[in-house]
């Protein structure tokens, strides 16, 4: 690793006034750390945002859930509020990586990391959520623009997420036999009449929506209305893990047992 | 350059360390606890693992400035002086060791993993909380077991809870 200066911040409001430069804000490490390693990233400065008290926190008010940008995945996958509304959250935090990884690393530098095959932009965009940074609000379908992209300016923090518990979530992932990342992995959410089904893992640009899972679901969201659906491998990622037309397949599959788990 | 000061087994440490100092060479280097080990080193392999507020990590994964202020516990600091810790206890009765590389993080990570599942654990509980950790010498069979083990005996000694 080169070089780098850390920094510790105190407020959000510190955190910004720190980001100068070259400088990256560090959270819970799991992928900065290991991409500066590899001299991938090489920072200047880090600015620590995980002694950041107004980061922390979850926070259930009826079916709205709000979690801080440093929230831990232990700490959404342990949390009995979310449980109680949204499960299939848990569930999906509780599939991260490995326990020493939920440990540390956060919902925030997950998003704000936007990794192709991570696993909590499929659920931001399913459950339609909110990215509170310390200047806006934005969309989740606004946020995610590419590949480790997102809609984030220089030095702009993500602060929370909030999104309001659907009737019915479910996730399921088929996760890369090494490192857990999911090969694909669909998350499906029922909400009123509408349904909608974010998939990670598979697009060549990141997290999308697949209107063939959502449309065949709108007329009944079972299993087996995904039986006749066709998923195109266009614009699907082929690398040494699997081909496009297998990821398609596995958008089929992956839907299809996310809905057999989907609870309210 | 960033002072860290932290509490390691018990003992408050206090030093100057390069900003990119991970926490691993920092306890190994600097502390001399050489019993935490780099197996990997790009966070795979859970040699590493070591307690940061009671919660298992992987230390090179972690700068050492970002521990400044916790509490650590390395596998220096399980046993009671000549009383080993139940679960490295279960390691020596099951032989959960061949070259013993891996022992270290695989004990931290079990310690941890019993203390998260109070209502005791079965095979395939302990067979997925070991994502992280990767034993080369693929003796997963009596860590597993020895793992098992630990979790019941704590539980009868009602230790759980002092892990
Ligand atoms: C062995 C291993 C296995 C893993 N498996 C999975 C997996 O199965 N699924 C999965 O989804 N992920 C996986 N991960 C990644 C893990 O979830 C990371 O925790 C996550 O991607 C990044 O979160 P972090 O808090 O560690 O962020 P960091 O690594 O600290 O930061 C990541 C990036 O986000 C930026 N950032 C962090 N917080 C903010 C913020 N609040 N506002 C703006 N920018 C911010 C940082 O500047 C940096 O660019 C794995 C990681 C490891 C090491
Ligand atoms: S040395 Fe830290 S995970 Fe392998
Ligand atoms: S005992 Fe040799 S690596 Fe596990």
Redesign the interface.
């Known amino acids: 690793m080169y070089s780098v200066n850390y920094h510790r911040a105190t407020s959000v409001a510190d955190a910004a006034s720190k980001a100068k430069g070259e400088a990256k804000y560090l959270a819970g490490g799991m992928t900065l750390i290991p991409t500066m390693k590899q001299r991938l990233a090489q920072p200047g400065d880090v600015i620590d945002l995980m002694h950041i008290g107004e980061l922390k926190g979850i926070k259930v008010e009826g079916k709205v859930v709000t979690i801080g940008a440093g929230t831990t995945h232990a700490e959404v996958a342990a949390s009995a509020a979310i449980k109680a509304v949204c499960p299939a959250l848990c569930h999906l935090a509780s599939h991260i990586g490995d326990p020493h990884v939920r440990h540390r690393g956060t919902i925030g530098g997950s998003i704000a990391n936007n990794d192709p095959a991570a696993d909590y932009p499929a659920a931001m965009l399913a459950l339609d959520a909110t990215i509170a940074t310390n200047k806006r609000k934005i969309p989740a379908g606004d946020f995610f623009t590419g590949l480790f992209e997102t809609a984030l300016e220089e030095g702009e923090i993500v602060t929370a997420v909030t999104f309001v518990a659907p009737d019915k979530a479910g996730y399921e992932k088929f996760p890369n036999p090494a490192s857990r990342y999911a090969m694909t992995g669909v998350f499906v959410v029922l909400d009123g009449g509408s349904v909608r089904a974010a998939v990670t893992g598979a697009g060549e640009t990141g997290v999308f929506r697949s209107v063939e899972i959502e449309n065949a679901l709108a007329g009944k969201f079972e299993a087996s209305a995904l039986d006749a659906v066709t998923v195109p491998a266009d614009g699907l990622m082929s690398d040494m893990h699997a081909s496009a037309d297998y990821r398609a397949n596995l958008v089929k599959v992956m839907a299809k047992r996310a809905v057999g788990r989907a609870k309210g | 350059m960033?002072s860290v000061s932290m509490t390691v087994n018990g003992r408050a440490v206090s030093g100057e360390v390069?900003?990119?100092t991970?926490l691993v060479h920092y306890l190994r280097e600097h502390l001399g606890l050489t019993g935490t080990h780099v197996g990997c080193?790009?966070?795979q392999c859970?040699a590493c693992?070591v307690h940061v507020d009671g919660?298992?990590?992987?230390s090179c994964?972690?700068?050492a400035?970002?521990a400044?202020g916790s509490t650590i516990v390395t596998i220096e600091g399980l046993a009671d002086g000549a009383d080993l810790h139940p679960v490295q206890a279960a390691f020596k009765e099951n032989h959960g060791l061949q070259c013993g590389f891996c022992t270290p993080g695989m004990i931290m990570?079990a310690t941890?993993?019993i203390r998260?599942h109070p209502e005791g654990l079965d095979e395939k509980t302990v067979r997925a909380?070991l994502?992280?950790?990767i034993c080369r010498c693929t003796g997963y069979h009596n860590i597993v077991k020895a793992i098992l083990a630990a979790s019941e005996a704590m539980a009868k000694g009602g230790k759980a809870k002092a892990a």
């Open positions: 960033a390069e900003g990119r991970l080193d790009t966070s859970g693992v919660k298992a990590v992987k994964t972690m700068l400035a970002q400044s990570a941890d993993m998260r909380e994502e992280g950790n």
